[in-house]
């Protein structure tokens, strides 16, 4: 039996366009739903409704795929968020709202809607106010960069305000703990992504993944593709004869202009159950992606990240050194050939991983005050 009548929502950012975006919501909703309540995840097309109705069109192709793997596996709300109005509206559908994970508080990502990110409405109907796993993406200097200098100390006190109304703050990363600390707010706990809550054996059964007898793959999934990535990945199939084989995040629409690409699903968002069974049966892991590293640590992988500062190095450093994994990022090809790529002895990070979940869901059954 359900532990309330009024569901619970997650603000989480605008779905369809990011594998790791749609797993982190998948498992929070999942987590909170096994805990025993009513919860979903609101429906945020806020981003995708400022679109011209061609772009839009287009993004409906584009995230098909995803679409069909959030239909099929998160609750989500029957109204769809998508302007400020709607937004506003929120605190009278909900007696709680839980904001993230992801790059929720990163401010040149959520732009005209930051506000609501931190969930202040133009509403006076109470809600309860929570964020987990909240994370800026970037480090405190860069995150004000993104402000514009004249406008930094208003913001700065909006922030504090909102920051103050919250029943109960957990962020991503150590970045995110310092600027909330910045911002005067010292009740900050450090969770993990919402997908640590979930085990390699759950994801395995729940997405039916197929275990392939076939070994030898190297599996990379680059979101930012550029010459050294590739010269690093061939680099390592070669001295380690493994065959290659690569999840493509996805192809730019002029490449299909220019006549460079034919295969239309290049131009789609991946599949993530099929994301997920070619990542589980990886001998080796090469990513520039979070959740792409997250995924690899949760199904106890080999892996080397390669940093991408321009989707937020914070992440990276933090969730590496909370496993205990720092040496397993590089910067470039120079620095792949300084190191030595040993096995991840797991038993360690396994420990880690179940103390960490350990305090994420004490830290949620208190937020919301369960037992």
Avoid at 289 to 299: E, L, N, P, Q, R
Wanted: positive net charge; hydrophobic residues 35%; glycine residues 4%.
């Amino acid at each position: 039996m359900k532990t309330n009548v009024v569901p619970i929502g997650i603000l989480t950012l605008p779905l369809g366009r990011n594998v790791g975006g749609v797993l982190q919501a998948y498992a929070l909703n999942k987590v909170l739903s096994d805990m025993g309540f009513r919860v979903e995840t609101i429906d945020n097309q806020s981003e995708y409704h400022d679109y011209s109705p061609l772009i839009r069109l287009y993004n409906l192709f584009a995230t098909f795929k995803q679409r069909r793997f959030i239909k099929r596996y998160i609750k989500q709300s029957r109204k769809q968020i998508r302007n400020s109005t709607d937004f506003d509206n929120l605190p009278n559908t909900y007696h709680t709202l839980i904001v993230g994970s992801d790059q929720v508080w990163r401010l040149d990502y959520t732009q005209k809607y930051f506000k609501y990110y931190f969930l202040n409405f133009n509403s006076t109907t109470h809600v309860r106010k929570i964020a987990y796993a909240a994370s800026t993406g970037i480090g405190k200097e860069e995150w004000l960069s993104n402000i514009h200098k004249s406008d930094i100390s208003n913001i700065d006190n909006y922030l504090r305000e909102c920051l103050k109304d919250f029943d109960a703050i957990s962020v991503r990363e150590k970045a995110g703990a310092d600027i909330c600390n910045w911002l005067g707010c010292n009740s900050i706990y450090q969770t993990v992504d919402p997908t640590m809550l979930v085990d390699k054996k759950e994801y395995a059964a729940i997405f039916k993944i197929p275990q392939t007898n076939s070994h030898s793959h190297l599996v990379t999934y680059i979101l930012d593709s550029d010459p050294d990535k590739q010269k690093i990945i061939t680099h390592h199939a070669s001295l380690n004869n493994l065959k290659i084989k690569s999840i493509n995040s996805k192809q730019r629409f002029k490449d299909l202009i220019s006549l460079r690409d034919f295969n239309v699903s290049h131009y789609q968002f991946p599949d993530i159950e099929k994301w997920l069974s070619d990542m589980y049966n990886a001998d080796f892991i090469i990513t520039d992606s979070f959740h792409g590293a997250v995924f690899a640590i949760i199904f106890n992988k080999d892996f080397i990240v390669i940093s991408n500062s321009s989707r937020g190095k914070a992440r990276f450093d933090s969730l590496l050194e909370t496993f205990g994994l720092a040496n397993r990022i590089i910067t470039d090809f120079k620095d792949y050939q300084s190191r030595h790529w040993e096995h991840i002895d797991y038993s360690q990070v396994n420990h880690i991983i179940s103390i960490e979940k350990q305090k994420a869901l004490e830290f949620l059954r208190n937020a919301l005050h369960t037992t």
